[in-house]
């Protein structure tokens, strides 16, 4: 099993990144993934999920209507998008699913800063 993330960097408040996980070595389509992040001296936070189905559920308040979540069976990618990004947002973002136990991959940076 593998989950590879991408599309981390360092980028001015306002502005967009796009992440993606490339997943590998379980059957990608049946089942739900998700987003984390952890910000420095943070907790891990759940962010969102896509589920197999391609239901969207965004967990944490403040990027409502900002961050969405999308998956591509055919790729066996996940994508985050996400706009209108502010300090608060820097974190380092992981990809994860759920089968007797949590996975996770290795992570990709955000840095939000002026």
């Known amino acids: 099993v593998q989950l590879v993330e991408s599309g981390g960097g360092l980028v001015q408040p306002g502005e967009s990144l796009r992440l993606s996980c490339l997943a590998s070595?379980?059957?990608?389509?049946?089942?739900?993934i998700s987003w984390y992040r952890q910000a420095p001296g943070k907790e891990r936070e759940l962010v969102a999920t896509?589920?197999?189905?391609?239901?969207?559920?965004i967990y944490v308040d403040c990027v409502k209507g900002r961050f969405t979540i999308s998956r591509d069976n055919t790729k066996n990618t996940v994508c985050q998008q996400m706009n209108s990004l502010n300090t608060e947002d820097t974190a380092k973002y992981y990809c994860?699913?759920?089968?007797?136990?949590?996975?996770w991959g290795h992570g990709t940076q955000v840095t939000v800063s002026s």
């Open positions: 994860s699913f759920f089968r007797s136990r949590r996975y």
């Open positions: 070595g379980f059957t990608f389509s049946s089942y739900a």
């Open positions: 896509v589920t197999k189905d391609g239901i969207i559920i």
